[in-house]
């Protein structure tokens, strides 16, 4: 659902954030009368930081003019939350005590835009501490636009015991079974990356195992780029760039990679890259599409931001906005919510939409 917007209130929701943070995560610590609460509950409520990127997901929803986004962003926290082991209110908690601020403390038109998002956020809290997770669970696709290919499971384990010559062996398999190298990079490489993911985040390896595997995967994509054939320039351009505070830098670089393949002038800007860096280099490059990539929930708004800073400086010249990363495959409609031009699931689909 969409709204009008008014920057001004934008602007007031902005400046409050700090503030509702420090009294929602008040509100919540606030036991009851004559009840102490037990210092073993503290690390199964919800922590500041959960308070802090709702807070900030409420004030982009606003901004964007979607319920529905922070509805998602409800539910993904709550299967977040579970993961941990946090208790089923948890949740429900943090977006009760942010309504009880903006009720009670807000200006009352900055109160009429929030009220509705997090009413609508509340419900689904709610909802889901009655009834526990939907069974698929959140909204998320991680495997490729096309079907893996054979090897991923072996390219998986070769990984992670840091074997390169056996991941080039794979690698090379796929290229001569015919595969393009796009494809042997996101059906191949891409699939195997996302389980050496999965791994970790079920604690089956440790963070040097992932980082290792990571490098690996990198040195591979770069000697599969590097020999891969050129399209004639299409005279085009594309900057492609992860959001500040995203480092998961592979899927996006891919993208670039690609897009030069199919005879863009490609640049990717590597992690780290501050917002007014970022609009420097879209001043000296004025591409044809900006990609943007967030890999976690709390990325979101700052994508956010970075969209309405580009279309208000360039207006009707403003280049074409195409997401990606994990946090968009994890909500899906995430693009239209935020009103992008497109969304990419891997390097194939972004280039895939360009042809369309």
Not at 49 to 64: G, H, I, N
Request: negative net charge.
């Amino acid at each position: 659902m969409w709204f009008g917007g008014d920057a001004a209130i934008d602007r007031s929701l902005d400046a409050m954030t700090d503030a509702a943070v420090a009294a929602a995560w008040k509100d919540i610590y606030r036991p009851p009368a004559g009840v102490a609460l037990h210092p073993a509950a503290l690390g199964r409520l919800p922590t500041r930081a959960d308070v802090a990127v709702t807070a900030r997901a409420l004030t982009c929803a606003v901004a964007a003019g979607s319920k529905d986004y922070f509805v998602a962003h409800v539910r993904r926290m709550a299967h977040n939350q579970a993961d941990r082991g946090a208790a089923v209110f948890a949740v429900a908690a943090v977006v009760a005590a942010l309504r009880r601020f903006y009720a009670e403390g807000a200006d009352p038109t900055v109160t009429a835009r929030a009220l509705p998002v997090l009413d609508a956020g509340l419900t689904e809290a709610e909802r889901w501490a009655r009834t526990g997770p939907d069974a698929d669970g959140p909204d998320r696709q991680s495997s490729p636009s096309e079907p893996p290919l054979p090897g991923v499971d072996a390219l998986t384990d070769a990984l992670l015991a840091g074997r390169i010559a056996s991941c080039r062996c794979l690698v090379q398999s796929a290229l001569d079974g015919g595969h393009g190298c796009l494809d042997v990079a996101t059906r191949l490489i891409q699939p195997a990356l996302y389980e050496v993911g999965d791994r970790w985040q079920q604690r089956r390896i440790t963070v040097a195992e992932e980082h290792g595997a990571t490098a690996v995967a990198a040195a591979l994509l770069a000697e599969l780029f590097a020999v891969a054939p050129r399209a004639e320039p299409v005279g085009r351009t594309a900057l492609i760039a992860p959001v500040i505070g995203n480092r998961h830098v592979i899927g996006p670089h891919m993208v670039a990679d690609a897009f030069e393949l199919a005879g863009w002038d490609a640049h990717f800007l590597g992690a780290g890259v501050t917002e007014d860096d970022l609009f420097a280099e879209i001043h000296h490059r004025r591409p044809d599409l900006l990609g943007l990539s967030v890999s976690l929930l709390e990325q979101v708004p700052m994508l956010h931001r970075i969209m309405r800073r580009v279309r208000q400086a360039f207006g009707t010249a403003s280049p074409k906005i195409v997401i990606g990363g994990l946090a968009t495959n994890e909500m899906q409609p995430l693009w239209r919510w935020l009103g992008a031009d497109g969304w990419g699931l891997d390097a194939i689909a972004a280039i895939d939409l360009e042809k369309a």
